[in-house]
């Protein structure tokens, strides 16, 4: 199964997909968002995610990203160290994964 996270500066999407399927999704408020790892530790639940990528609304650099219109600040070091369990997460560009 593979996460795909959509953070925008007003909401955040999570998805999850088997294949090309989407399984289901899920909108928050992106202001309302503390701790990112969490949020997505807690969508994936037991789900034995393979990988996830997150699309940031900011310029990513060095696997770093601070959200554009908030602030907020991710990273894929941090992510990794919450997120152990997930073997494969990318960080990228929202425009970058639009182009994809």
Not at 23 to 35: N, R, V
Not at 51 to 68: F, Y
């Amino acid at each position: 199964m593979i996460m795909t996270v959509d953070i925008g500066g007003t909401k955040t999407l999570c998805a999850l997909w088997e294949g090309r399927t989407l399984a289901e999704q899920e909108k928050y408020a992106t202001s309302s968002i503390e701790d990112f790892p969490a949020l997505f530790s807690n969508y994936a639940g037991s789900r034995p995610i393979r990988r996830l990528c997150v699309a940031a609304a900011g310029p990513v650099s060095e696997g770093r990203v601070e959200l554009t219109n908030t602030g907020q600040r991710l990273s894929v070091s941090e992510m990794r160290k919450k997120l152990a369990r997930i073997p494969h997460i990318t960080l990228i560009n929202d425009l970058e994964a639009l182009a994809c």
